[in-house]
Structures are given as structure tokens and as C-alpha cells.
């Protein structure tokens, strides 16, 4: 009886210490990029090749000094949205996908992003 209650103690910590645990949910949020109006370029240095890389990096420097933690970045295409025109708040199409540590809905729209 003594092993059974002893038993049932030690699994019911376990069950509250892995309860317990960070909540790692994540929300996705998109940004459809402008021809020269995004802010992240704003502070960044000028760059002879854009590339997808230094783009997410750019991206990710610019959210973690909002206190975003960046979890994933990709660029999709969507013609549907380009618009053809040459003012810096006219959209190229591309559609910027971030995912972000859950409970950041305000800030990222703030910025932009939308859900």
C-alpha cells in the first residue's frame, strides 16, 4: 500500500513538472513587401547583392530588437498583389512568412504583419 501512494505521488510531480513547462506555441504572420517603404531597411547598411539570407537576416535583426524571437522566415511570390507602380509604398508581390513566439499579435501588427 506504502509503494502505491509513494508511486502515485512521484507520477502526479512528474505531470505538474511537465506542466509546468514553457509554452512554446508559435503564430504565423505575413508582410507584404513594398518597393522601398519597409522599416527594416531603415537602419541597414547597403548592401551590393540582396540575398535570401542577409534578407532573413536583416528581417530577424529588425523583430529582435522589437523583443520578437524569429522561429522561421521564408519570401513567397504572389502576383495578385504586385502592383505596378514606382512609389515606395506600391507592393513587389512578395510576401514575407515569419513565425514568432505565440502572444506577439499586437506588436506585429503594429509593424505591419498581419495573421
Given at each position: 500500500?506504502?509503494n502505491?501512494?509513494?508511486?502515485s505521488?512521484?507520477?502526479?510531480?512528474?505531470?505538474?513538472?511537465?506542466?509546468?513547462?514553457?509554452?512554446?506555441?508559435?503564430?504565423?504572420?505575413?508582410?507584404?513587401?513594398?518597393?522601398?517603404?519597409?522599416?527594416?531597411?531603415?537602419?541597414?547598411?547597403?548592401?551590393?547583392?540582396?540575398?535570401?539570407?542577409?534578407?532573413?537576416?536583416?528581417?530577424?535583426?529588425?523583430?529582435?530588437?522589437?523583443?520578437?524571437?524569429?522561429?522561421?522566415?521564408?519570401?513567397?511570390?504572389?502576383?495578385?498583389?504586385?502592383?505596378?507602380?514606382?512609389?515606395?509604398?506600391?507592393?513587389?508581390?512578395?510576401?514575407?512568412?515569419?513565425?514568432?513566439?505565440?502572444?506577439?499579435?499586437?506588436?506585429?501588427?503594429?509593424?505591419?504583419?498581419?495573421?
Amino acid at each position: 500500500m506504502g509503494n502505491y501512494i509513494y508511486r502515485s505521488l512521484m507520477t502526479l510531480g512528474l505531470l505538474c513538472l511537465l506542466s509546468c513547462e514553457k509554452n512554446n506555441s508559435s503564430d504565423l504572420f505575413y508582410y507584404d513587401e513594398t518597393g522601398c517603404s519597409d522599416v527594416w531597411w531603415n537602419d541597414a547598411p547597403s548592401y551590393d547583392t540582396l540575398t535570401p539570407q542577409i534578407y532573413q537576416d536583416v528581417v530577424t535583426s529588425y523583430l529582435e530588437d522589437k523583443n520578437i524571437e524569429l522561429i522561421s522566415f521564408s519570401i513567397d511570390y504572389d502576383s495578385t498583389k504586385a502592383e505596378f507602380c514606382r512609389a515606395c509604398i506600391c507592393k513587389t508581390g512578395a510576401i514575407i512568412q515569419v513565425e514568432v513566439e505565440s502572444g506577439r499579435k499586437q506588436k506585429m501588427r503594429r509593424i505591419g504583419f498581419y495573421p
